[in-house]
């Protein structure tokens, strides 16, 4: 075979004064990058097969390593940048699509790096949030327009039934990842972490293995294309019922699990025959109308006795507003919009980087589109892609979301080196695997335990904010746009976002 | 001109209720705002008053401030397009030491030629259509036998300007206003008014964004930009069409903690657990104390930490409401009862409910 024309994108270094040759990177690297010798005291690197995972790096007991981005000595060209070329000749040797793993990464405006929260002074005290109680409590669901009251002389009685609602302690759920595009370890961490803290995690569409059933209560079980593990004891067991019709990372398109990885376990849980590709087609074979969804909305509905909420994702896409109205009126309690942002396992490069619109202006036309028709307490907002730290949940809320869910950032919890090479099923992290050898590296009690902290620091730094704005419960900060300001936007932008200019007072 | 931006502001409240509907004249009231003179600064006072016109107390009276008296034909016309206009008249105004230049200021006595069941609503409506359409014209109350007296300047100065010693009412409501910047508008000022409900109100709402959005939901147009239109529609909103009694207004504006609300016992519990889940876009947050008149009563709220004060007083068969001591008792030199209201706590008094005298209905405080 001819030589490939890509260049390695990493480049290695090993300070040889401090190698003692122990051979850790070796074992460690699943892409079999260092080779050890059995008879000399040296090791050295194919950087070809680096993907920049950072795992050996952090593994070295001498810090001998570095790996850096190796910068390509392609000449300057402002509209050949250097990922054109490599697509290019990639292509060019494979004849196949181009695949990636996360989120976007290309640099499109993260507006919620344009957006400034306020604080009080002087006219309205802060709140310290060491002294006094600041509510995150949050519920997700369908809420009444009103309540029906029958007064009694001067004793109320409530007529209206509340609608099932998803109660979090903090507004942070962690997205929809299934169990086969991560490892059983990093799904266990995941769901043992919401329990702890009050909080849920989503299936994914791969089912439930029977052993997070008993986590049910504080689970999302997703209902997609493929269906499955879709069954009764799946739908009742979960707080929650979330039909997937779109992903951000990948809007239009359906998803595959290649039959490699469909373990014994793996089939157990999905239903489907050992090491048989999972195919979960481009949209619902059921659902080619919005009556369609309304049919399944109500399907569930009734499977699960209308005693839990259910919700519908959809992708970002251009006319966002009016197709979230529309999935609102189909009946559902909770609305998932998902970013050109969100992260996946595996997507076809060229979707991920080009299709679907920033979660940012998404959420702020939605809310103000549902609130404009006066059904925005019909269904609670949920938005997912690209949310990186407690300060853009806050922003998030701001503009009109009831609640996030986190993927990425839970991975990045778990030590994901954001490295994109999940649909390889090497990911040395034990994340995105389902090696043995590599699952085992990830222990679910030390996970747990980090995701707990990050969302007991978010929740902390929330609290700070909140207090500063002089607000003691997130309710009252939820579509609260007068606590954003916007810096560095166009005023078309500030128009679809509906948050003012920064320096722009009431 | 109307303000441009949200103005924030602190201030002086006061109010009185006579319990057995004896009328007194305005001068009461001036004297206990008086007393506060420090909590505003000149930009603004203003007065609600009940019980003042007992010969239209079928219709509503309209008071209606002209920047321009020439926009009057205009308002007039909307307002003969669903009610007869039985009486109007200038609001008479002296001058006084201290302010010398004042807009025309109107009344109407409207008679409504509707449908009964949808007086209020319609009437709403037309408020709305002046105040957001008309520039140069502001309704500023729009009650039955009860009126609202406002402009730029120290309260007891404003109260001389409309004569208010010659009214006779059987509840005054009085508000002294510090706001941070100039507001030169005279309908900027407070009480602020729709239907027969009047708010005073000391205090800055940071829930303020998504109240004013959850408003319109329920087609509520909130043009004024101020704190106290949207406390008042919302007090609207909730008892007049949502059947929410006012002592449990503040299980709503001023919710108690999940936590508290968790210890409660049922049915109590499920009745607070559904009104703060359905009704939390109308939770005020932030410092507030408020004091709303309605036909026959008043009430006091304070936010749900306290951060701003207010107290309750009883003497005989009067009904007090404040932010401060002094200004009870400059009028009230020795009393029977004084409280400090407690963070959430509604105290509300209806004329002719003597069984409650003396007696607070602590309702969200636990
Ligand atoms: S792929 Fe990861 S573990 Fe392997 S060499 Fe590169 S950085 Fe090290
Ligand atoms: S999950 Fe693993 S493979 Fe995927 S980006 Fe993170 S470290 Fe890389």
Redesign the pocket.
């Given at each position: 075979m001819a030589r490939s024309l890509l260049f390695p994108e990493?480049k290695?270094e090993r300070d040889k004064e401090r190698c003692i040759a122990c051979q850790v990177?070796v074992r460690?690297?699943?892409?079999d990058?260092?080779e050890g010798s059995d008879t000399e005291d040296t090791v050295v690197?194919q950087e070809e097969?680096?993907?920049?995972?950072?795992?050996?790096?952090n593994l070295c007991p001498t810090n001998a390593?570095t790996?850096q981005t190796r910068k390509d000595g392609f000449r300057p060209n402002g509209n050949w940048e250097d990922r054109h070329l490599r697509g290019i000749y990639k292509q060019a040797e494979t004849g196949g699509i181009l695949l990636t793993g996360m989120g976007c990464d290309r640099l499109y405006p993260v507006y919620w790096d344009h957006l400034l929260l306020n604080a009080s002074q002087v006219t309205n005290p802060s709140i310290d949030p060491l002294r006094e109680p600041i509510e995150l409590t949050t519920y997700l669901g369908k809420k009444e327009e009103k309540l029906d009251i029958h007064w009694e002389g001067d004793s109320p009685v409530v007529r209206t039934r509340l609608a099932p609602q998803l109660g979090l302690e903090v507004p942070v759920i962690f997205s929809a990842m299934s169990y086969g595009s991560i490892s059983y370890n990093a799904f266990r961490s995941l769901a043992e972490a919401a329990r702890e803290a009050g909080t849920f995690c989503n299936s994914g569409e791969g089912g439930l293995h029977p052993d997070f059933y008993p986590f049910g209560e504080n689970i999302i079980v997703q209902v997609a294309s493929g269906r499955f593990g879709v069954h009764r004891d799946y739908l009742r067991v979960a707080a929650a019922v979330e039909i997937k019709i779109g992903q951000g990372a990948k809007p239009g398109i359906g998803g595959h699990l290649p039959g490699e990885k469909v373990s014994k376990e793996i089939s157990r849980t999905r239903k489907i025959p050992l090491e048989s590709d999972a195919i979960s087609p481009a949209p619902h074979h059921d659902i080619y109308s919005i009556e369609d969804l309304e049919r399944l909305v109500f399907a569930i509905k009734e499977a699960i006795n209308y005693e839990k909420p259910v919700a519908v994702k959809i992708a970002a896409v251009h006319n966002v507003a009016a197709i979230a109205s529309g999935v609102v009126r189909a009946g559902a309690d909770i609305v998932t919009i998902d970013g050109i942002r969100g992260g996946t396992g595996a997507a076809p490069q060229v979707i991920r980087d080009n299709v679907g619109i920033p979660i940012e202006l998404a959420l702020a036309q939605v809310d103000e589109r549902l609130r404009l028709e006066g059904i925005r307490h019909h269904s609670s907002l949920l938005i997912a892609g690209g949310i990186r730290s407690s300060a853009d949940v806050i922003k998030a809320i701001a503009l009109g979301a009831d609640a996030v869910y986190v993927g990425t950032a839970a991975l990045v919890g778990l030590g994901c080196h954001l490295?994109q090479k999940c649909y390889t099923g090497k990911c040395?992290w034990g994340i995105a695997t389902q090696d043995p050898v590599l699952t085992k590296r990830l222990n679910p009690n030390i996970g747990r335990r980090r995701l707990v902290n990050l969302l007991r620091a978010w929740a902390f730094e929330i609290k700070e904010m909140l207090g500063g704005m002089g607000v003691n419960a997130i309710e009252s900060l939820r579509g609260n746009r007068e606590h954003l300001r916007a810096v560095g936007l166009s005023r078309e932008e500030c128009s679809v976002l509906g948050v003012k200019a920064a320096g722009e007072g009431w | 001109m109307r303000d441009p931006f949200r103005i924030p502001s602190g201030c002086a409240v006061s109010g009185i209720l006579n319990l057995d509907g004896t009328h007194v004249s305005g001068e009461k009231i001036i004297r206990s705002i008086e007393v506060m003179h420090e909590r505003s600064n000149g930009l603004g006072g203003g007065f609600a008053a009940y019980g003042i016109y007992p010969e239209y107390a079928e219709l509503y009276a309209f008071h209606v401030l002209y920047d321009d008296p020439l926009t009057a034909k205009d308002v007039e016309a909307i307002l003969k397009r669903s009610c007869t206009i039985e009486h109007s008249e200038e609001i008479p105004c002296k001058e006084t030491e201290n302010i010398q230049n004042w807009p025309v200021f109107k009344r109407y006595f409207l008679r409504y030629r509707g449908r009964s069941d949808c007086e209020d609503d319609e009437v709403v409506r037309m408020v709305m259509e002046v105040n957001s359409g008309i520039h140069g014209a502001y309704i500023v109350s729009s009650g039955k036998n009860m009126g609202v007296f406002k402009g730029v300047g120290y309260p007891e100065d404003i109260g001389k300007l409309f004569q208010l010693e010659e009214y006779q009412g059987y509840c005054w409501i009085a508000h002294g206003r510090f706001p941070t910047n100039s507001a030169g508008w005279w309908g900027g000022a407070h009480p602020f008014g729709l239907l027969s409900w009047s708010v005073v109100h000391n205090g800055e709402i940071s829930s303020y964004g998504i109240n004013r959005r959850y408003l319109q939901n329920f087609g509520y147009v909130c043009n004024l930009q101020t704190d106290t239109e949207v406390i008042t529609y919302l007090v609207d909103l909730l008892v007049r069409k949502h059947n929410i009694r006012i002592p449990y207004l503040g299980a709503v504006f001023a919710s108690p903690f999940w936590e508290q609300i968790e210890k409660m016992e049922e049915p109590k519990k499920e009745f607070f657990t559904s009104l703060r889940t359905i009704y939390g876009g109308a939770l005020l947050n932030g410092p507030f104390s408020i004091i709303v008149g309605f036909p026959g009563g008043m009430f006091g709220m304070v936010d749900r930490i306290k951060l701003r004060p207010m107290l309750a007083a009883w003497k005989d068969s009067t009904f007090f409401l404040s932010s401060e001591e002094c200004a009870i008792r400059e009028i009230a030199p020795s009393l029977d009862r004084l409280v400090a209201l407690r963070a959430g706590e509604v105290i509300s008094e209806r004329v002719g409910e003597r069984n409650s005298h003396g007696q607070k209905l602590t309702v969200s405080g636990v």
């Open positions: 990493f290695i990177c460690q690297c699943a892409n990058v260092h690197s097969k680096c993907v920049g995972c950072q795992r050996c790096v390593l790996v490295c040395n | -």
